[in-house]
Nanobody, 114 residues
Framework: QVQLQESGPGLVKPSQTLALTCTVS??????????WSWIRQPPGKGLEWIGH???????YYSPSLKSRTSISRDTSNNQFSLQLSSVTPEDTAVYYC??????WGQGTQVTVSS
C-alpha cells in the first residue's frame, strides 16, 4: 500500500518561497503510469489542484499558479517536491500530496505570515 508524507516549514514569510517535500513509501514514483500531485485547501475554501509530476517526470501546473510553481522529484529517495515562490497570506492552506485520486498524505498546514 502506497503511503505519502508531506514535510516542510509550517510558517513562511511573505515574498519568500514555500518548499514542501512528499516522501513516498510502498511504491515507486517512476512506475505504474502514476501522477503525483500537490493539492491545497485554504481555510474555509475547497480543494485546489496545484500541479503534478508524472511517472516519466513531466510536469503540469494550474494556470493560475503556473508562474510561481515548480514541482520536481528525487528518484533516488522516492520523493517529489513543491516550490511556490513569492507567497502571500492568500497561500495559507493545508497542503496535500497525492498519488492519482486515491492515495493522499495527511496534509501539512502552511501559514504565510510575517
Amino acid at each position: 500500500q502506497v503511503q505519502l508524507q508531506e514535510s516542510g516549514p509550517g510558517l513562511v514569510k511573505p515574498s519568500q518561497t514555500l518548499a514542501l517535500t512528499c516522501t513516498v513509501s510502498g511504491g515507486s514514483i517512476t512506475t505504474n503510469y502514476d501522477s503525483w500531485s500537490w493539492i491545497r485547501q485554504p481555510p474555509g475554501k475547497g480543494l485546489e489542484w496545484i500541479g503534478h509530476i508524472t511517472y516519466r517526470g513531466s510536469t503540469y501546473y494550474s494556470p493560475s499558479l503556473k508562474s510561481r510553481t515548480s514541482i520536481s522529484r528525487d528518484t533516488s529517495n522516492n520523493q517529489f517536491s513543491l516550490q511556490l515562490s513569492s507567497v502571500t497570506p492568500e497561500d495559507t492552506a493545508v497542503y496535500y500530496c497525492a498519488r492519482g485520486v486515491n492515495d493522499w498524505g495527511q496534509g501539512t498546514q502552511v501559514t504565510v505570515s510575517s
